[in-house]
């Protein structure tokens, strides 16, 4: 399902549901096929990609000139992007930074390295959902591919549902793409969208912790004066 959240003449803003692929499979269509069909066949671009496993927020331009501005944007690091993330595992510490290269492993899957030439840079704070379960309030710093499920992993707590990572099985994999935040033209945007798919995510303890981490885009998220990645220190609390 793919649920317009948001109209601007420059953009469209969806809420993507979890397991749409964005390319086309067979006979089954990507998400940009969907999403044209559903606008009646409008002409839109691709600005940035979600996993098919994760729901959220998800930007597509209307226009070539909104495409290649939102996508230099993202690409520079103008837009902020929150995710929320589920794991059954506790991790060593409640905040701080996972930074490393990532290369291809084995099965469609990534892995983390130690090395530091173009690192995947997260930031993440962690609340209690419940014993035993996790919430995490991931910042991505680079767009990496499964830069989150592998940062996760990398914590040792990989995210719930997510097989391919090792994490617990689960009706879905709980990752979603919460909040958007950035500027075009003269306007600033700031979107929010909490997940309502899956049975943890609609559970009671859930809205309780993320009513105690409140707006995740003012969390204490720590700043490296416009450094590059690669300059980053390898961990921070």
């Not at 589920?86 to 930074?99: D, F, H, N, Y």
């Not at 499964?146 to 996760?152: D, E, F, K, P, T």
């Amino acid at each position: 399902m793919l649920r317009l959240i948001y109209t601007d003449p420059r953009f469209y803003l969806i809420n993507k549901s979890p397991g749409i692929g964005f390319h086309r499979e067979a006979d089954a269509p990507g998400l940009m096929d969907r999403l044209r069909e559903q606008l009646q066949d409008e002409r839109i671009w691709p600005v940035h990609r979600l996993d098919r496993v994760t729901s959220g927020l998800l930007l597509v331009a209307r226009s070539a000139e909104a495409a290649a501005e939102l996508g230099a944007r993202f690409a520079s690091g103008q837009v902020e992007k929150y995710y929320l993330a589920l794991s059954e595992r506790k991790p060593a510490k409640k905040q701080g930074l996972i930074k490393g290269d990532m290369a291809k492993g084995r099965g469609g899957a990534w892995k983390l390295l130690q090395s530091q030439a173009n690192p995947a840079v997260t930031q993440f704070f962690t609340f209690s959902v419940t014993p035993g379960l996790r919430l995490f309030v991931l910042r991505p710093r680079t767009g990496k591919t499964h830069q989150l499920r592998v940062a996760m992993k990398s914590l040792s707590a990989p995210i719930l549902g997510d097989a391919l990572y090792g994490g617990s099985a689960a009706d879905r994999t709980y990752l979603h793409a919460a909040q958007l935040k950035f500027q075009l033209g003269d306007a600033a945007f700031n979107f929010f969208c909490p997940p309502d798919q899956g049975e943890q995510f609609c559970s009671a303890a859930f809205a309780a912790a993320l009513a105690q981490a409140g707006d995740v885009s003012a969390l204490p998220w720590p700043q490296w004066n416009g450094r590059p990645a690669s300059d980053w220190p390898a961990a921070a609390d």
